[in-house]
């Protein structure tokens, strides 16, 4: 039964749903403060019980970042496992339709309820849909969970370090075995991303031309002046911003240098995944570098703001399905999460290792003060 | 002249490239539309597999190379028509590859390379009110948006606008005769632009421009005549051709400048992230080979070799492959080559024309025409009564059969000259005028009063016997 729609940064670009032309969405957590984007406004509604469920869409982890960030449980599925019929398309071979749940089973069973064939989608898969709750408590004994040293260099703020390593610490007293790992190519992840994602954008958002159906300016002139005046009018910065950016590094002369290198990179770092899954079940780590930050604070800083994916891009970029569950508070009461990936088509086991660690910690019954 | 043509055709398909809307012409605007061909936001394309294996038909029928795997690409670029600001076509995997055509120039045999047949999706169409875009109102009707098209880019082989129009006929006939397209122009099911450069002979290629908007095969040849001179007058007066595409304007058959190559899209292609790659494997390409009809040269050298036929017969029967088949059928009943022949060409044709129908009318009554064939060779019936019994198969709803309809109103051929003696004296005494010219020393006369005989008897006289009897009793 919908309840609604929720808030988002426009397009899904953004990681602070700041982006908005309703205005942005405040973090329940702590009201000045972003709960993170770009599905912040599910996010926060679950945070903040107005919804037991929501659906997000992760690109580059606009659904596990603000789970993190605003203390919920947030899953991006395996690329291909969910319909992408229906949702707006902003980077076609990244987007993922996921859960929010205020707990890993909530989370489990919403998954299963939208997973499957779609053949409507050329690009979903065709592979049956298990049962994900099946093995939900089955604990984590004897699991090689891999922690990744790039996923920990600077850059990350050290109180949500603290609450990640505790966190790793709980799943080896359950019984997991953690295993140092390395991906080297994580520190590539942002710039593949950030051409790769903006490419395939400035194509998906063509269609918004005025002609057929939205904003269309009410100064026609040529077809060019309508073209290009509705186009400035209707999006905004964030958005023209990355529409130029995909145009730019698709164009002749540049598509080799950025769009191709970006593909290659891609490969390596699905590659590093490859490689560290064939000694390790799952890997994890921190979902996001810092906790909430106030609103307004990167807003004029997009660079700053693409930093936050840092840590969720490479899940997008190599496929594989990622969940953040809470897994504690900053000294400064702001939720941080713990991010479990797997490799393609695992959500059973990244799951069933979200669930290991919930039931032995407090966070999935914490509210916000609100 | 170096020519190369590149033809856009639409398959004949049941459905849209992408999505389920009837691939139909002539609909009321917008209404074989959907969220996948109006490129609402949501929305992602579907292959459609029977355009796929079409394409792959129209690849093998031009002798091409087809990929065993292929994939799509976004060419971007914005207009009304184009709903979803890009087009899925093909880039740098084509489906098909390196194919030739040989056609009939007037200067004799010639193959023409065919360099690629690629599959992407049409557009929609624009309509311009009071004929001006700004000032008038411009329409887009969606309903051509999303049909499957085949884009056939020919090698520049081509030397003459005699050539070029005759690599579009042979293209069209071996199209049709696939059944991958109606190949229509009228109705935009083909679509051709040219392109055109001149050299000295052995020079290496100019510098070539294209030209759009061409609305017949006779467009084409005109245009790049006109091209060519043009491309002659600047060369000539110490000038350079400026790469760049036309439109052809033919009220003042001109052509007038389009864009250059500085105002040129960049379609910035990319794979189509919303499809999957796509197999050809050789099983399929077997299938489909096995199962292509008989393209029309070579049905026309058989015909020639194994029936007989003259080559002009061959041609005027293989031009059509409705036609064909008609003849095929004819046969198969039972006639000899060159009767089955001559009643196509000279009878079932003409009734075509007159009547404005297609050679598949004539398909489920083969039997009984074969049978007013068959009757007329063995002089059961006359010419003209062989006539009126076409005339009676076509239009009657009726299913006696031929044999039994001459029975039954007397329609065999009178050649006893007991019987028909009465009527020659008959004619003779009404026609003193004609018979004095005969007399007279007009020999010629005569036909007239055999004319009257077969009038008087409704056209079944024999008229070789009817002409004896007149001169017998003329003296």
Sequence with gaps: VPLGHTNLDEFAMGSSTENSAFGPTRNPWDLSRAPGGSSGGTAAAVAARMAAIGFGSDTGGSIRQPAALSGVCGMKPTYGRVSRWGLIAFASSLDQIGPFGRTVRDAARFLGVMSGHDPQDSTSSVRPVPDFEATLEDGVKGLRLGVPKEFFGAGLDPAVERCVRDALRVLESAGAVLVDISLPHTSHGIAAYYVIAPCEASSNLARFDGVRYGHRTARSGSMLEMYRRSRTEGFGEEVRRRILLGTFALSSGYYDAYYVKALRVRRLIKDDFDAAFRGVDAIVGPTSPIPAFPLGEKASDPIAMYLCDALTVTGNLAGIP???????????????????LGHDWDEERVLRIGRAYERETPWSGKEPPL | MVIGLEVHCQLKTRTKLFCACPNRYGADPNTLVCPVCLGLPGALPVLNRTAFELAIRTGLALGCEVAAETKFDRKNYFYPDLSKGYQISQFDRPLNRRGALAIDAPGGKMTVGITRAHLEEDAGKLIHADGEEAGGFSFVDFNRCGVPLVEIVSEPDMRTPEEAYAYLMALKSLLEYVEVSDCDMEKGSLRCDANISIRRPGAPFGTRTEIKNLNSFKAVAKAIEHEAHRHAGILEAGGRIEQMTLTWDAVAEKTLPLRSKE????????????????????????????????PPAARRERYVRELGLPPYDAGVLTADKAVAELFDRLRAEGLPPKVASNWVMSRLLAVLNDRKLGPAIFLPKVTRIADIAKALEAKTITNQVAGELLAWVLDSVETETVAARIASLGLAQVSDAGALEAIVREVVARNPKIVADYRGGKPSAVQALVGQVMKDTKGKANATVARELLLKVLG
């Design chain 1, 322 to 340: 990622g969940l953040s569950v809470p897994c504690g508070f900053t000294p400064a009461g702001l939720p941080v999460g713990l991010q479990i």
């Design chain 2, 263 to 294: 105002d040129a899209h960049d379609y910035r292609y990319f794979p189509e992230p919303d499809l999957v790659p796509v197999t050809a494997p050789a099983d399929l390409q077997d299938r489909i080979r096995a199962a292509l009809p008989e």
